[in-house]
């Protein structure tokens, strides 16, 4: 074999051209070796040739032959170890070509020894494959039945061959390394993805939990809301009817101790009356001053115990025919010792008599706790006003105070059981509560309009007693 111009050296020239497009053709590491092996056996025209590649611990394996190695044949078989093969070991170790001229010369290993009579080879040619000045294998060329001595050009352009070819191998087995990586990395990505996938549905499960869970939470707080709400309804409700019996007690125990030494000077007073009368007095003028107070105080107590009485009624009916004036006046009697010098009453009632169906004590309860927030809503001086009308089928009563006003925050919360902005033990904030549920029992409405420091009105409609009947 001579590379030269002559028609061995166009053949050799295909062979190699050959050999690079088959490697360029394909990444996979052992068909590389195959196309290695098969070329160089074309080329330097022998019947048989082997590559092992060397492994990080010694071990020699075998990746290719020429003819091909059986691809059933087992990974064990493959195998074998560089201390048994002396000659491989030689062009490993010294990354030089060896050559055995005549096998039934040369001292051959038993394992050496073993391949050459199973193969039946003469002459043996090493070459080993060097990349980075490490060795990573060696191409055995073999020829079977007979010798042949290779001359020194064959041998060193064989180890030129077998130099460029490291670099392919190299190639391969660098692209076998990232291609391992790239599946090792597809297969963590996948795996992760799959983790992923497990976390996001174990999430989305624990997230349709929660949100069914804060829905519950949702609607039993709504219900603890509402029961609360009237529970204190209830609990005012109780609180008012407690009060209103013993008031009721109260005041009619109170009216029968007044009454009876009223009756007696009453008694006294008309005697007196009738004494002065029948006898020819002078001063009889100065008398009667006199008489006229004594007269106008006992009509006043006996209208304030009316009023108590009126106030105080255990009478649940709401057919009663209830004369708003009259209740006005008689509450103003009540409350009149609130009321004091600093606080002016200006009354505008319409000129008819007004009259609604409903409850006289209760309407008696509504005008009172209206009443008593207007005073406490005037501190300095101040005027409260009450007008009456009718309108349409209403009757309408204002009461009007110069007060402190209700800030606009918590005007639509007045109503509320047990709101109050009295300091604690000053009120119990059930005034308004209470006003509004007796309006409703009326079929009323309750209406506030306030201005803060200028004042408040207080407006309760209550249907006329003729749209009843
Ligand atoms: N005419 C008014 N002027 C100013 N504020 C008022 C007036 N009427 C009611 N309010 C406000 O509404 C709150 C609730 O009144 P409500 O009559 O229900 O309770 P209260 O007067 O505080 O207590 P109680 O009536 O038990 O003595 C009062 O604390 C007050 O802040
Ligand atoms: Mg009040």
Known sequence: MKLNANPQGIRELNILIKISQNIISTLQYEKVLQIISDGMAELFEIESAAIYTLEENN???????????????????????????????????????????????????????????????????????????????????????????????????????????????????????????????????????????????????????????????????????????????????????????????????????????????????????????????????????????????????????????????????????????????NCLAIINSKINEKIEILKEFSPDELIVKGNISKLHQIFLNLLGNAIEAITEKGKIKITTERKNNWIITEIIDTGKGIPKNIIGNITDPFFTTKEAGQGTGLGLSITYNLVLEHNGKLEFESEITKGTTARVLLPTFEKHE
Do not use: W
Not at 123 to 129: C, T
Not at 180 to 203: A, G, P, S
Not at 227 to 247: P, V, Y
Not at 259 to 277: K, M, Q, R, T
């Open 59 to 329: 071990e020699l394996i075998l990746s290719a032959t020429t003819p091909p190695l059986d691809p059933n044949m087992p990974e064990s078989l493959r195998r074998a170890l560089l201390e048994n093969h002396p000659h491989v070991r030689n062009a490993i170790e010294s990354k030089k070509p060896q050559h055995i001229p005549d096998t039934g010369k040369e001292k051959l290993s038993p394992s050496e020894q073993n391949i050459v009579d199973l193969r039946h080879l003469q002459s043996l040619l090493y070459f080993p494959f060097i990349q980075e000045e490490k060795s990573i294998g060696v191409l055995i060329l073999g020829t079977c039945n007979k010798t042949r001595n290779f001359n020194k050009e064959e041998i060193s352009f064989g180890q030129t061959i077998a130099n460029q070819l490291s670099v392919a191998i190299q190639n391969t087995l660098l692209h076998a390394d990232l291609k391992r990586h790239k599946e090792n990395l597809e297969k963590l990505v996948h795996e992760k993805t799959l983790e992923l996938d497990k976390t996001i549905d174990e999430l989305k499960k624990t997230n349709k939990e929660l949100i069914s869970k804060n829905d519950i939470i949702f609607n039993q707080n709504a219900e603890l809301k509402t029961a609360l709400i009237n529970l204190r309804n209830t609990q005012a409700q109780l609180f008012q009817a407690e009060k209103m019996a013993s008031l009721g007690t109260l005041t009619a125990g109170v009216a029968h101790e007044i009454n009876n030494p009223l009756n007696f000077i009453a008694g006294a007073y008309e005697g007196l009356n009738n004494y002065l009368n029948s006898k020819c007095i002078d001063d009889k003028n100065e008398f009667s001053v006199f008489l006229g107070s004594i007269e106008k105080g006992i009509k006043r107590i006996s209208n304030t115990v009316m009023g108590l009485n009126y106030f105080s009624s255990e009478n649940n009916s709401m057919d009663e025919k209830c004369q708003i004036h009259f209740v006005i006046e």
